[in-house]
């Protein structure tokens, strides 16, 4: 029987991408997104024995209920976005940073420990971080402070759920959706 991977995230960027080349490998994928319409966009362009349900990471009861849908699974990959906080150390705004951990931060978290008592006790989970936490460029500490924070609870947690695999994914630069958003002063 084939393995399932749940993909938080998966109906955009690097998310849909992932979700596109895990089912085309045989995996059966379970993607989320904040509506069914993204949803089934997404999987449409999906293949195989592919699902998905919504859910709103920052919502705890829409984690529970993603999870209640999804039942039991090998592999958990966060690579969803939030709503992140760009701009100088000097100017940057508690209420902002707040709202970057409350989405991003705190609703990786949330989905990791939901996902927990219905993950495969050898499986993995996989968290998309960012090449900010690591590269120190001017403009991203807020960005640098949330993706380093779920690294740093990630090496962790490694020790302490083993052996559940938790890895840190910190890619460079893709060309998805997130650009639009950050250029026109919201971003991800
Ligand atoms: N693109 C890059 O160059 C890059 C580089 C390094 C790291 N990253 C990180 O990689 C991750 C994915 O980036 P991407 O560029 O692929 O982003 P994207 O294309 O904007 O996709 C974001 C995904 O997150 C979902 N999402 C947004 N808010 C959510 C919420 N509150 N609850 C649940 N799901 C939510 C979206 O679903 P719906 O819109 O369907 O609700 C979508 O599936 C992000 O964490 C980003 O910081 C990106």
Same mark, same amino acid.
């Given at each position: 029987?084939?393995?399932?991977?749940?993909?938080?995230?998966?109906?955009?960027?690097?998310?849909?991408?992932?979700?596109?080349?895990?089912?085309?490998?045989?995996?059966?994928?379970?993607? *989320?997104?904040?509506?069914?319409?993204? #949803?089934?966009?997404a999987?449409s362009?999906?293949?195989?024995?592919?699902?998905?349900?919504?859910?709103?990471?920052?919502? @705890?009861?829409?984690? @529970? *209920?993603?999870?209640?849908?999804? +039942?039991?699974?090998d592999?958990?990959?966060?690579?969803?976005? +939030?709503?992140?906080?760009?701009?100088? %150390?000097?100017?940057?705004?508690?209420?902002?940073?707040k709202?970057? %951990?409350?989405?991003?931060?705190?609703? %990786?978290?949330?989905?990791?420990?939901?996902?927990?008592?219905?993950?495969?006790?050898d499986?993995? #989970?996989? %968290?998309? #971080?960012?090449?900010?936490?690591? *590269?120190?460029?001017?403009?991203?500490?807020?960005?640098?402070?949330?993706?380093?924070? #779920?690294?740093?609870?990630?090496?962790?947690?490694?020790?302490?759920?083993?052996?559940?695999?938790?890895?840190?994914?910190?890619?460079?630069?893709?060309?998805t959706?997130?650009?639009?958003? @950050?250029?026109?002063? *919201?971003?991800?």
């Amino acid at each position: 029987m084939s393995e399932t991977v749940v993909v938080i995230g998966g109906t955009s960027g690097m998310g849909l991408a992932t979700a596109q080349v895990l089912s085309s490998e045989g995996y059966r994928v379970i993607i *989320s997104g904040r509506s069914q319409d993204t #949803i089934n966009k997404a999987l449409s362009q999906v293949a195989g024995d592919s699902t998905g349900f919504p859910l709103d990471f920052t919502d @705890a009861a829409s984690v @529970a *209920s993603f999870f209640e849908q999804v +039942g039991s699974l090998d592999h958990l990959a966060l690579v969803g976005s +939030g709503k992140a906080v760009w701009g100088n %150390f000097r100017d940057l705004k508690l209420e902002d940073l707040k709202v970057a %951990f409350d989405q991003k931060f705190y609703g %990786f978290l949330l989905c990791t420990q939901a996902a927990l008592s219905k993950l495969r006790a050898d499986g993995s #989970i996989t %968290f998309v #971080i960012g090449g900010a936490s690591r *590269s120190a460029i001017p403009g991203t500490t807020g960005v640098a402070a949330v993706n380093g924070a #779920i690294q740093a609870m990630a090496f962790t947690m490694a020790k302490e759920l083993a052996p559940l695999r938790v890895n840190i994914l910190s890619p460079g630069l893709f060309d998805t959706p997130v650009y639009d958003r @950050a250029y026109q002063g *919201s971003s991800c």
